[in-house]
């Protein structure tokens, strides 16, 4: 088989079970080659220019030191669109495009407003405004590098959602929404421990992380912030399922669901008609 092929094998195999590391080497060679698994598995790789071959070693080099491929390349794909990432920005995961199905359908045909709160790539609220384009969007971050990601993202993607920077836990009282939709840091300190070397390594840790101490911080805020709205939508870190859900309706809320993602573990958090 292929030499470019085994190139990125032997480097991706450093950090990734050999599975995944076949299947990111193949991604890696589609996505920014055009090279397929079909054209590896029948060895008519066709020869890189001099410029690929300069990208391929940089992206030898990140992958070599552990970066995630979706960094090294570049980008990565949310609900069929390529989002532009930099570890400015947390890579958008597969229960999060669930999150935005969840939202999209809730609001459907309405013209509401909706704040996406902690919006790093800017792939909840794009997506969002591309499903919902009678809606206003708005998303914020505390991150200015992440909030230039996600402006580049909206307008590459056309979506005209409007970029503010906001800080979740003291959100000014006076910016009210029709929805409030969030995937705010929910990871506990503690279980760094347990997590890939290379989200470890690479991710964002304001987007990741919270203290041990007050894991529920960001959800006191937007359990404040939703008052007035007339839905609330967050991801949630499963292990603090029930007492999310506890703690909004110690605030207050009547209609508190806790939903399953596709993986079966407790993820989402929506309150209705409150
Ligand atoms: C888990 S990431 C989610 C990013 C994106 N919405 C997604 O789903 O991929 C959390 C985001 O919240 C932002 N963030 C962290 N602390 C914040 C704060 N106090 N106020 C506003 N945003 C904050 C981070 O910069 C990060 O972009």
């Known amino acids: 088989m292929n030499a470019i092929y085994h190139k990125l094998l032997s480097v991706l195999s450093l950090y990734s079970e050999e599975r ?3 299947a990111e ?7 920014v080659f055009g090279i397929t698994r079909t054209d590896v598995y029948a060895d008519k790789v066709r020869n890189l220019s001099g410029e690929e071959q300069r990208l391929f070693n940089e992206i030898v080099d990140r992958v070599g030191q552990g970066m995630p491929v979706q960094y090294a390349v570049g980008h990565s794909w949310f609900k069929g669109r390529k989002f532009s990432v930099n570890p400015d920005v947390l890579i958008p995961r597969p229960e999060t495009e669930e999150l935005v199905d969840m939202v999209a359908a809730w609001c459907k045909n309405k013209s509401y407003t909706i704040l996406d709160a902690g919006t790093g790539s800017g792939c909840i609220a794009i997506s ?6 009678q809606c206003t969007v708005t998303a914020c971050d505390i991150s200015e590098k992440a909030l230039a990601t996600a402006s580049e993202n909206a307008e590459r993607l056309g979506a005209d ?18 929805i409030l939709v969030s995937n705010p840091p929910y990871v506990c300190e503690s279980e760094k421990s347990s997590m890939q070397r290379q989200v470890i390594g690479f991710e964002p840790h304001t987007a990741l992380f919270v203290s041990d101490k007050d894991p529920l ?16 939508f967050c ?3 499963a292990a603090l399922a029930l007492q999310t859900q506890f703690l909004f309706e110690a605030e207050g809320y009547k209609h508190v669901v806790i939903e399953k993602d596709a993986f079966g573990k407790n993820r989402f958090l929506k309150t209705e008609f409150h």
């Open 128 to 133: 969002l405004k591309l499903a919902l384009p």
């Open 20 to 22: 995944e590391a076949r």
């Open 235 to 237: 991801e949630l870190n």
């Open 161 to 178: 959602v409007i970029l503010e920077k906001q800080d979740i836990l003291c959100f000014p009282s006076d910016k009210t929404f029709d």
């Open 25 to 31: 080497a193949f991604y890696i060679l589609e996505e």
């Open 217 to 232: 911080i960001f959800y006191k805020s937007l359990a404040v912030m939703g008052k007035t709205a007339k839905g609330v």
